[in-house]
Nanobody, 114 residues
Framework: QVQLEESGGGLGQAGGSLRLSCTAS????????MGWYRQAPGKERELVAQ???????YYGESVKGRFTISRDGAKNTVYLQMNFLKPEDTALYYC????????WGQGTQVTVSS
């Protein structure tokens, strides 16, 4: 039905940058929103960033001012530009989409070294 393909995870350095991408594919009538959640070991999954189909953006408090979400509607793709990385950003990042239902990517690991 709908698949979310993530890329861009890996090892980053404190103060550095990483860029995550997520592309939605399949039969999709309307994508209402796409974004990213993350979960670190022993912690609750939390919203990182989300963008709606009309361009409204939401950010988790811990990433405001550092991360930026953007979209390419023609490609059904969202990007997460992660700047000024901190070790606390280390987590498994999940792409998320809202369409006819909620969809989740398989997760991509982001590790930030100090």
């Amino acid at each position: 039905q709908v698949q979310l393909e993530e890329s861009g995870g890996g090892l980053g350095q404190a103060g550095g940058s990483l860029r995550l991408s997520c592309t939605a594919s399949g039969s999709i009538a309307v994508i209402l929103a796409m974004g990213w959640y993350r979960q670190a070991p022993g912690k609750e999954r939390e919203l990182v960033a989300q963008i709606t189909r009309i361009g409204t953006m939401y950010y988790g408090e811990s990433v405001k001012g550092r991360f930026t979400i953007s979209r390419d509607g023609a490609k059904n793709t969202v990007y997460l530009q992660m700047n000024f990385l901190k070790p606390e950003d280390t987590a498994l990042y999940y792409c998320h989409a809202v369409a006819d239902q909620h969809y989740w990517g398989q997760g991509t690991q982001v590790t930030v070294s100090s």
